[in-house]
């Protein structure tokens, strides 16, 4: 189990070298950015330890469906893969938890326990047989898979928008309308198999702009009906429901091109930071994109021009 | 149809393919064969145009790519996609406004089930029926037999025969060198990175 633990400090040594950041400042950077994104949301949202809690949760969920764990399931015994997960669990935890003492949230630290031991039981799940209707099964692919994978969380985001809205709170709607976008452009974050690129008779502006093109009509089918309610209940606040429609648009744009930027690979440590510090400044969005452009097209012409 | 020349492939310094030449004709079935690792992938890989090479890949058809349908060993699928999205996806790719595949589905596969879910063979009857949707001139077919059942081999073999009458050109990789003899029309043998061998079939 120590040498399992030791591969995997030593494979993430190796994914640092990969993208050109020596292991030691990488993970330095990592908690910086840690505490920065921490310290940004606490300062932002009352709602932040709820929202610390959930990607907690988030974080050892999917550190609980990673492909190879039915490889471990084999080769440990299952109390040692108990413990393994546990181990992982709270190493995962420890940064959320220190970050909540911080904040002197200990009720919410408490909480890191449970989650942390309820998930190390979770099993990866296999794909179901059942397959989940879609509203977007003309326009292949991103919002299908992105939708089939993450229906459940669409679901909370829209009733804590209704929520929202019952309670008059018109900021946390509003919240929940741009995390809507937020999760869809999550769709857009892991390259497809080069081969689904290729096999596009299609030169590359037009298939970015198809990209677009079905991108943005899949975010409509699925944020119009919000967008309109939110107008009709408070059509006061009829401009910035607005601005935050258009610059979901912008931004689901800009993570299609940010994808294709480093295409096949998945964007690279300078293109990341690039793309957050647009996120977090959006005016920079536009330079950005023309250069996330630039770097799609000279990627994507090799592929299929 | 298509004249390939002085065709190499290097990785570092891994020569995998060295001066291949290679006439296709139209309306033919060629068949390569050679150990695991002899370089018939990456061959038709540098066909397809995935892979860069030296030397040159000269074709009567306006773009190889655009009028290819290529089988990989392994085909690819997404999670969460169905078999009825990924051939919707792969002519929608070529702008094909195809969407009637119940009538086309000559594997009979079960097309609204996860095709993530389907058995080896299953997913490759499904790439295959894809890259038939979209009416390609030239199919390059990688190990297209391997993993099928009988019955669907027999498929395979009666579509490559039907796709030669219709004027299409075919290359096939096979380690079932029956398979090859039945249905190409020339075969080539790969060893060394070097297509040193030419065996005429039966």
Redesign the interface.
Known sequence: MKYYFSLQLLRLERKLKEVGIPPAIGMFCTGILFIFISNYLFSKTIYATIIYLIFAFSACVTLGQKEYDPLLRQIFSSKEHQRIRLYENAIVLLPFGLYLLFEAQYLAVFALLPIGLATSFMKPRPTPTFVLPTPFKKFPFEFIVGFRKYYWFIAIVLLLMLKAIQVDNYNLALFSFGLLFFTCMGFFVKPEKTYFVWVHSRKTKAFLLEKFKIAFICMAILSTIPYIGLVFLYPDRIFITSLILGLGYLFLSSIILAKYSAFPLDMNVPQALLYAVSLWFPPILLIVMIIFYKQSKRRLDTILE | MIQIEKLSKSYGKNQVLLDINVHLEQGQAYGFVGDNGSGKTTLFRCI???E?YEGKVNSALE?I??NLG?L?TTP?F?????GW??L???C????IKE?NFEEENIFELPL???A??YSTGMKKKLALTALLLQRNELYILDEPFSGVDMHSNIKIMNLIHNLKTQGKTLLISSHILSTLTDTCDHIYHLQDGRLDAFIAPE
């Open positions: 397809a145009g995935i860069s773009n790519k655009n290529y990989q690819v997404m999670s969460r996609i169905t999205e990924y919707k996806l792969l929608s790719a070529r702008q969407e609204r089930a996860y993530e879910n």
